[in-house]
């Protein structure tokens, strides 16, 4: 079995050691690049979200790369999100490719658990669980050092000797056979992460980078806006992570649901119905940022999102009562990283000019 | 007498005969915005978000026509509108409206906000809160909701019988009549023209300025048409059971009925309406023409409206397709 997935961020690390150790062969499309974003936005229809158009994309580089299985979650939610798998796996079909679907969530738990049953070496509940304990270790390893190149990176002596010690670490963890071996791997990336050599220069800029989870997470989509910042000398703060993305729903770990039930509630004065994505974390995500004293918020989504052009409408209010500046971007496969450079330097320096003004 | 203005839009297409009936009996003055014009569209994109689909702009618009002349503004937040086993919903933007009109326009009138969560309340409780928001004993709310839930079950017959909403309410409210409307130009044998199915929402589809008067335009033209709205409830039940189940419950409607319309010989063509940006269409349309439409049904066009729209375009488009249809019926 040849099994591929769309990608988001670097989730690909911890879902390939979750395949992999239940004896499918991965299949891992090349990061999405415009080429991508063109061939997905092609066959796919016309105003639905830009993750759609690129979840399509990967999909198509993965068939020609030999997969024959997609695997893809799948729901009856208010988002669209739920419906991805269907319709993307009926374009492709109507495409005229021929694959094995895994549909997470319309399959059931039990179907999906046994389609593993001829591909895993010995005992197949011994099989996920393995699976399962390297797919959280790798997925904690990733977060670790996500988080440590965000630090790192505003101070960095050289531009972009961050990112590349950031994914040098990143495929030591992915290579990393077992458990035991992402643990001395997560080691050995966090000492190439303290290698990169850094000067303080001053207090920089705390910017909350929050919205929709795929806009925030894929660097693909939002022009690596982490990175950008980073480079500008801002230090972005990511309200969501691959990490909390991938354990929410399975809801093993208790401080992402505390965490989930206070933006619920923090949010509610200003949305007190679920829309069906992230519009708390937004909500909350910008009224923390105001409490913590950072400098401004960027808001990302995909244009025509549903719960986020809900929440674009109501940040302005938020901006007023809680005094946090606001940059909303809207991306789709027309917008261009000049453009979004520009935006966000003009939004840096009126920053630095609001706290010159106005110090912390 | 305290007046309540009512957004003509969205959710005044489906639930106005209710939300009237309901507010008379309450013992307020209702007053409906004017229909939608050039000037409420331009009021309505300045004030609102820029990347939205236009039927909430035109929310935004009524809701501005209303602001300075009227006591109270009746905003309806729609989460969920039908009981059943699985999780339903409506479009996330239905759900977030009064909290987006909040958000944006200032100086509005006080607002009563009606909710219709009928998975987790019943309409008997949202009723309850209107009645004590407007300061009415609780037996004047009563008796207001059931002539309120009578009203609306006479308006949704008169739908189902063929009438566009404008008609099918003056009937309603008039009274006249249990069931079935009459309609100039179709009966119930073959009809002698054309017969065109027109599915799409309510609030696109009988807003006259943004569809360009489309129904009128086709029969013009010289062709029938027939609503999904006279697409009886447990018709579209029995065609939803063909396809995987999806959670819009006005998404459902447009599936059911679409899967009906091109599945019938006498429906000469359907014309699938959506608006730019529809979120649930988006992925409903590709569903229809990926999943619903076969190789023997009948031709399936898609139009998709913005407040941009120009006329000529969409006249075009729809003359191409009577055109087409036409044709293919002289061939077979």
Redo the contacts between chains.
Sequence with gaps: MKVSFPHMGNAYIALSALLSNLGAEVIIPPRPTQKTIEMGALHA?????LPFKVNLGDNFQALSMGADTLAMVSG?????F??YG??QH??LR?AGFEFDSILLG?DGVGTVYNKFADTVDGNLALGWLRAFRSFRSKARAVDALEASAREVRPFERERGSTSDALSRSLSVVHESPSVKATGSALDRGMELMDAVEVERRGEPLHIAVLGEIYAVLEPSLNFDIERRLGEMGVVAHPVMSIYKWLFRPLKTDPSILVEERRARRVARP????????E?HQTITGTIDAARKRYDGVIHVFP?????E??C???L??IEKEYDIPVLNL?LDEHASPTGIETRLEAFTDLLRQRRRKKPR | MLTVGIPRALSYYRYFPFFKTMLEGLGTKVVLSKPTGKRLVEDGVRYCVDDICVPVKLYYGHVLELKDIVDRLFLTRLVSVEKCDSDTYTCPKLIGLPDMIRSSIEGLPPIIEFVVDIQNRSIHSSARRLGEMLDTPPALTRKALSRAIDVQARYEGKLLGGLTPEDAMSAAFSGNGSSGGVRAGSGDGPAPGLNVALVGHEYLLHDHFISHNLPSRLSRLGSCVTYMTEVPPDVIEAELARYPEISWSYEKELLGSASYFLHREDIDGVMLVMCFACGPDSIVGEIIEREVRTESSPPLMTLVLDEHAGQAGVATRVEAFVDLIRRSRRKS
Excluded: K, N
């Design positions: 229809p016309e105003f639905v979200c009856t939610w208010a988002c669209r739920g419906y269907r319709v009926q374009i109507d319309r200003y949305i007190p119905y679920v829309l069906g994505g519009e244009f025509t999102c549903m719960p052009s809900v674009r409408a109501i302005p209010r809207c």
